[in-house]
């Protein structure tokens, strides 16, 4: 099974590779027909036209745009992202440092979305041919049609207004030192061994990571239900059946396995669209990740830096795609012998 | 009434999305005459007003005033016509060059195909909000920019779907005899095939509106959707945000109104992919 998946990721990287190249080009595009000056905003407001000219030529702006593309990409090769004009230090600095509170995020709220997913999907499928069926269809659609950061503010209204429980902003009550080892707040509060401090950070990921898995669950039950249904009409269920063995084996050990390879392909569109909806939960919630930073750098037009942050955005996608891929692979024996 | 129209519209789902579109469509189109206030009307005097029913209330004001003064239901119906604008005009949009690529790919396929297929992969490798977000960025705020950002968004959901059941359509009998028949391709397409991909193209136009509703309200959420001065649901919800302790009512009110124009379409797309007997998976987003 190893080299089954070591040549996916091989085949995944090559691919990814004008993938990105096109992406940063996009971006890089995008991002220059804005009417903002990054060399007049990048000097003081008393700087003369000739201290800008200058600057101009300096960061190369004054050439033609491919040119200025492929220079910003050899640059982008050796780990230099530019200079964020708003903040006055390195972008892949700011970036490296904001994405492990992002990912962490995200990947806690993976976590919540597919528990949660599985449960309803089962859930909605024990409902089937029960007078309760159109009520758990028609529920799973009004959560469906509540979006991420709706989410983030009714959970931020019920339990940080009207019963304030969780706390609900930043990653950590600001009387703890935050140990800084791998960025993963969780991971390093344990690594450090301080419960107290993994306990606040917890709480403080509850309602963001809620919200976000909230907000993506509904699709994963209905793709679960749906694929049930369609493994349900299959023989070996009615033999299994026939050979005497509960309804409640069947559902779990038989036709699960079986359901939850499509549901996994859906799910892995479902996590890159949820790595983009970190970045709304992260306003709500003043978390100090990705998405705020590319928001401030939105409201500064700090182009260095929505560059460099849209781009980790991507490879951050991509990851995800290529991992499920290989679960994908893992858990599916058909694909294995080729 | 032909039977099929009159079947869709026996389903429930398909009647009650239908119906609160339809509601919804109305409070955009008669907005100047039902709103009981302009939206932009400030009354600096009666600010943060609770809704009619409480007892601070004033019948005035029947949702109440936000933080300055604004008519909450005046701009929750101005509200309407900005995100049914948004919903129809970038639906159809998207719909129009996703469907148009789709069909030229799954039909001919060929180079054409291979550089759309390119173009989707890039686009799919981005999250859709970042996307956007960055698209507004360069194309700066107003509604034509939140429409168009939703077309350069979202071309790729129908493009994605239709491409692979052109695919399919296309292998059938009846294409290759009116291929024979001498039909062009462009008769072909018209005729034979969009017939065939027309259920799935509608169920798709009604999901896609839920969807644009939803960036248009993240959109002006962030304050890079409408202009200010153009009332829309996500910036009250930002407006409110300041004032939850104060006012919950002003962040209530806007959310209802998005949550209930996304279920109805939402619904209506269900309803339709269930009429039109349309199965398919991918339909998830």
């Known amino acids: 099974m190893l080299p089954t998946v070591l040549s996916l990721l091989g085949r995944r990287l090559i691919a990814a590779i004008p993938i990105l190249l096109l992406v940063s080009a996009l971006l890089f595009c995008v991002l220059r027909v804005l009417p903002v000056d990054p060399a007049a905003m990048?000097?003081?407001?008393s700087a003369?036209?000739?201290?800008i000219e200058a600057q101009r030529r300096e960061m190369g702006l004054d050439r033609p745009l491919a040119l200025q593309y492929l220079i910003w990409l050899q640059r982008a090769l050796h780990g230099e992202f530019g200079r964020s004009i708003h903040y006055r230090r390195d972008a892949g600095a700011l970036v490296a440092e904001t994405l492990p509170a992002t990912l962490e995020l995200a990947l806690t709220a993976m976590a919540i979305a597919g528990t949660l997913g599985l449960c309803g999907g089962l859930f909605l499928f024990r409902l089937r041919g029960t007078p309760f069926e159109t009520l758990g269809d028609l529920s799973s659609?009004?959560?469906?049609?509540?979006?991420?950061?709706?989410?983030?503010?009714?959970?931020?209204?019920?339990f940080g207004v009207v019963l304030p429980l969780l706390p609900f902003t930043g990653r950590l009550s600001p009387s703890f030192m935050r140990p800084n080892i791998t960025g993963f707040l969780l991971l390093d509060t344990l690594l450090v061994w301080r419960p107290d401090m993994f306990w606040d950070a917890l709480t403080h990921m509850a309602l963001p990571a809620v919200a976000l898995g909230l907000a993506f669950s509904p699709m994963i039950m209905r793709v679960l239900r749906s694929s049930l249904f369609d493994v349900y009409v299959e023989d070996f269920?009615?033999?299994?059946?026939?050979?005497?063995?509960?309804?409640?084996?069947?559902?779990?050990?038989?036709?699960?396995?079986?359901?939850?390879?499509?549901?996994?392909?859906?799910?892995?569109?479902q996590f890159g669209f949820l790595f983009g909806g970190t970045l709304l939960v992260e306003i709500i919630y003043s978390y100090p990740g990705l998405g705020n930073l590319m928001v401030d750098a939105v409201r500064n037009a700090d182009l260095p830096i929505i560059q460099t942050a849209g781009l980790a955005y991507c490879v951050a996608v991509l990851l995800i795609n290529t991992a499920v891929d290989s679960l994908y692979l893992v858990l599916n024996p058909k694909l294995r012998e080729r | 009434m032909s039977p099929a129209v009159s079947a869709t519209l026996r389903s429930g789902r398909v009647v009650i999305g239908l119906g609160l579109v339809l509601f919804l469509g109305m409070c955009a189109l008669l907005a100047p005459l039902i709103a009981p206030h302009d939206p932009a009307e400030q009354n600096l005097l009666s600010i943060l007003l609770p809704p009619a029913w409480s007892p601070d209330g004033n019948q005035e004001f029947p949702f109440g005033t936000d933080s300055l003064g604004r008519c909450i239901l005046s701009r929750l119906i101005y509200g309407a016509r900005t995100a049914m604008v948004v919903a129809i005009v970038a639906s159809l949009g998207a719909m129009l060059l996703g469907s148009i690529l789709g069909h030229v790919c799954g039909y001919f396929g060929g180079i054409v195909d291979w550089v759309v297929g390119r173009a989707v992969d890039v686009w799919m490798s981005f999250p859709p909000v970042i996307l956007s977000l960055v698209l507004m960025v360069g194309l700066g705020t107003g509604l034509d920019k939140v429409i168009m950002a939703i077309i350069l968004v979202d071309w790729t959901r129908f493009c994605r779907v239709l491409r692979s059941e052109v695919l399919v359509v296309t292998q059938r009998d009846y294409v290759t005899a009116a291929r024979l028949l001498g039909f062009t391709h462009w008769q072909t397409i018209t005729r034979e095939i969009l017939p065939a991909t027309l259920p799935l193209l509608i169920t798709l136009l009604s999901l896609e509106m839920a969807v644009a509703v939803v960036v248009e309200a993240i959109l002006s959420f962030v304050g890079l959707g409408v202009r200010a001065d153009e009332a829309a649901w996500g910036q009250m919800i930002a407006d409110a945000r300041q004032y939850i302790y104060q006012s919950p009512w002003n962040l209530l009110f806007p959310m209802f109104a998005i949550i209930i124009a996304v279920s109805a379409f939402n619904l209506l797309g269900d309803g339709l992919r269930r009429a039109f007997d349309v199965r398919l998976a991918q339909l998830a987003r």
């Open chain 1, 42 to 45: 990048s000097l003081p407001p």
């Open chain 1, 48 to 51: 003369t036209i000739a201290e």
């Open chain 1, 141 to 158: 659609m009004l959560l469906l049609s509540i979006p991420e950061f709706l989410w983030g503010l009714i959970l931020l209204f019920l």
């Open chain 1, 237 to 269: 269920i009615a033999q299994a059946r026939l050979r005497g063995i509960s309804e409640m084996r069947i559902l779990l050990a038989h036709a699960l396995k079986n359901a939850a390879l499509p549901t996994l392909t859906l799910a892995g569109v």
